[in-house]
């Protein structure tokens, strides 16, 4: 019998642990999709709206000052890279953020690593060769 995240009406899979919560993201076509976080990131994380990119990724909408321009400019906070942020593991230049399991909806801490762009490349056309490895 598969669990029921009652603040969102979405059905969660039968292995998500109880310490994560769904954390419900938007597609640009009003669609609801679930990204499992950490049960302690959920309050911080949840505090802001979330949406879904064309790629799968959950981000939100932000603004930066950059010197030298009289308005902010508009930019986006990946929810992976926000959480690792949290977590104090935010990645340093030159290194991005991995899911481990390659579900892009999984932004659980003990899912995500910092590796650089090459190993994140190579990790994941080992999954698409093997396909049991992730959903991508």
Excluded at 27 to 45: C, I, K, M, W
Aim: proline fraction near 8%; charged fraction near 30%; aromatic fraction near 8%.
């Amino acid at each position: 019998m598969s669990s029921f995240d009652f603040h969102s009406g979405l059905p969660l899979p039968e292995d998500v642990p109880p310490d994560a919560y769904a954390l419900v993201c938007r597609d640009r076509h009003g669609g609801a999709h679930a990204f499992l976080v950490d049960s302690f990131l959920f309050p911080e994380v949840s505090r802001w709206r979330w949406n879904v990119d064309r790629d799968g990724y959950a981000y939100r909408r932000t603004s930066k000052r950059i010197p030298g321009r009289p308005k902010p400019v508009g930019c986006r906070r990946y929810l992976h890279r926000e959480v690792q942020r949290l977590l104090g593991r935010a990645p340093p230049a030159g290194l991005t953020v991995d899911h481990v399991n390659r579900k892009r909806g999984d932004c659980r801490g003990s899912n995500l690593e910092n590796v650089t762009q090459s190993v994140n490349t190579h990790r994941m056309w080992a999954a698409k060769k093997n396909p049991e490895v992730g959903d991508g």
